[in-house]
């Protein structure tokens, strides 16, 4: 996880609608605390600091250490609910973090090793499915990423999650199926050097001889046809 962030708050003692727009009113946020086996707990946070956090681009991967009343109350952020013409920020959902307890996280995905893989100095493109992966954490072990080793990949090959190797303390939250993470696609002019029995060696467009081409992203769609092709 990214380094543990602080949010000064104070407590709030009615909730409801029109408590909630006097606070924002006044340039508060209403927020609430909730997990552990304790009661809900209502906060507000001034808006400036929270938006300050937001603008980081990390915040819901961060943990974040609410200080209220004298005391450090280490949170999760789940949830930010956005005014929906101006996007400022009108309430905040933090999770409370419990010794032995467990959350549900998104984890980005790193590839690493692209110049080992075959597929991509031939030109091949990784196609990312995934650029995160939910996972189901101890508290105290979050990753801040999950690196994939591409070595020995070649155009056509997929990525599972049931290759990576998940840190202690981790496991995935979707265990119904073996999803793609990531495909290992040719690029058009690969694809037509090798229909016309062009040499192998043949890189993508405007690509020289070794070159790794750039990571593109792509949709699930693009995992499921590729998939449907190795099958056939």
């Not at 952020?77 to 973090?97: A, Y």
């Not at 040719?186 to 062009?198: C, D, F, I, R």
């Amino acid at each position: 996880m990214s380094d543990a962030l602080t949010l000064p708050a104070e407590a709030r003692e009615r909730a409801g609608k029109g408590a909630s727009r006097a606070l924002r009113r006044e340039g508060r946020v209403p927020a609430v605390i909730y997990g552990g086996k304790e009661e809900p707990t209502l906060i507000h946070v001034e808006a400036k600091e929270l938006v300050k956090q937001l603008d980081t681009g990390h915040f819901m991967n961060s943990i974040v250490e609410i200080e209220l009343g004298g005391k450090k109350i280490k949170t999760l952020p789940k949830d930010v609910s956005l005014h929906p013409v101006n996007d400022r920020p009108e309430h905040v959902d933090f999770f409370r973090m419990v010794k032995g307890g467990k959350i549900e996280v998104s984890v980005p995905v790193v590839f690493t090793n692209e110049e080992a893989s075959p597929g991509l100095k031939k030109g091949g493109v990784l196609n990312v499915v995934r650029h995160e992966l939910e996972l189901v954490c101890e508290n105290d072990k979050i990753p801040g990423e999950i690196e994939i080793d591409v070595t020995g990949k070649e155009v056509g090959d997929s990525i599972h999650i049931s290759e990576v190797t998940l840190p202690a303390g981790s496991e995935s939250a979707i265990t119904d199926r073996d999803f793609t993470i990531a495909t290992l696609v040719a690029p058009s002019a690969l694809k037509k050097s090798e229909t016309e029995g062009g040499d192998e060696d043949q890189t993508g467009e405007d690509m020289e001889a070794g070159e790794t081409a750039a990571t593109e992203q792509g949709p699930d769609a693009d995992a499921a046809e590729e998939q449907e092709d190795k099958s056939e």
